[in-house]
């Protein structure tokens, strides 16, 4: 369970707008204006005004970008949320973090840099940032 309960609190409330189930394979580019809670596959990159939820047992491949992010499952990327971004016992990341509020519980697994914006920061900034950090990896990568 984690710190700030947002994974529960979502679930119960029935808030989850957008679904990937645990069977499902996707693959491409998902923006909502709600939530997304992620329990399959999915490689690309999300978006979403709300929160975005990353189970137990499933898989991000590509960035996210959100009010909110709760990984416990395994994420490939890089996540920016505006608000609480939570890796829970559970969770893996590789990828570069960038929230108002990161918590990291312990027995997770993180590898990336982490940056956090102060109370107030608007989430075009944050998302900004986090742009920028895909582009010069990016860059870094075709050299190679």
């Known amino acids: ?10 679930a119960a409330s029935g808030a989850v707008d ?11 580019e998902l923006f909502s204006r709600g939530s997304i809670s992620v329990n399959g596959e999915f490689e690309g990159k999300l978006a979403a005004d709300g929160e975005v939820l990353v189970a137990a047992g499933s898989m991000v491949i590509g960035d996210i ?3 909110s992010v709760v990984v416990s499952g395994k994420v490939d990327g890089n996540i920016a949320a505006s608000q609480t971004l939570e890796i829970t016992k559970k969770g893996r990341v590789n990828g570069d973090l960038i929230g108002g509020r990161i918590v ?3 027995g997770s697994f993180y590898c990336g840099r982490v940056k956090v914006e102060g109370k107030g920061s608007a ?10 950090i895909v582009e010069a990896q990016a860059k870094q990568t075709a050299k190679l």
Do not use: C, P, Q, R
């Not at 989430?123 to 920028?132: K, L, P, R």
């Open 65 to 67: 970008y959100a009010g």
């Open 104 to 106: 990291i519980e312990e």
């Open 123 to 132: 989430n075009n900034d944050v998302i900004e940032e986090a742009v920028e």
């Open 18 to 28: 957008s679904i990937i189930g645990e069977k499902a394979k996707l693959k491409g």
């Open 1 to 10: 369970m984690g710190l700030f309960n947002i994974e529960k609190n979502i």
